[in-house]
């Protein structure tokens, strides 16, 4: 039999300790580290997550940024400069004429402000057939340049079925440039 004396109980207690201290001093200490190590990368990916969602939203809002440019490029370029108002009329004038409309009465108003634009009106009197004026209308509309018709009153003929007589005011949007005017602009032949 091994005799158990007081050496051996010493060694005992040692070779027990030892591993006890080891987790004390050495183990509990690291993991400690280790678990905030982790904790710390933890939150580090989570920020970077976040920062990769902030830096697609950036590049989404500058793609976007760019096409409103795009598009207000495209509606600039719809607006005539102040020289170019009767350019537009006269094309207006000529869909009339070649719709075979009677351009009665063409009166320009003062330059209204609009957003960063003007508004040029012109107040118009166009006698005809109905359908020819329709076709007119269709044809205002397709104008390389933006234009609006307000008030709009039509009467027609009682004597004559599909005569008829259009009031309107046409609104031509353009870039301010020079000197407002208020004047009868003449019908171009």
Known sequence: ??????????????????????????FKPQNREISEAKKEIEHKQLMLEKLDEATAQTQDLEEQNL?????IELVESRLPGNKEVEVVFEQVAELARKQKLDLHRVK??????????MEQPLEME?????????????QVEKLDRITRMLDLEI??????????????????????????????AEVPE
């Not at 096409?67 to 598009?71: D, G, H």
């Not at 320009?108 to 634009?117: D, F, M, Q």
């Not at 166009?126 to 269709?138: H, M, S, T």
């Open 1 to 26: 039999m091994i005799k158990f004396g007081l050496r051996e109980l010493l060694f005992l207690i040692i070779l027990i300790a030892m591993p006890a201290a080891s987790y004390w001093l050495v």
């Open 67 to 71: 096409e409103i440019a795009r598009s």
């Open 108 to 117: 320009r108003g003062e330059p209204v402000p609009s957003a960063n634009y």
């Open 126 to 138: 166009i006698q005809g057939d109905f359908d020819d004026f329709y076709v007119f209308l269709l």
């Open 155 to 184: 009467n027609g003929d009682r004597d004559d079925e599909g005569e008829m007589t259009a009031e309107f005011t046409l609104s031509i949007y353009f870039e301010p440039e020079g000197a407002k005017s208020t004047s009868v």
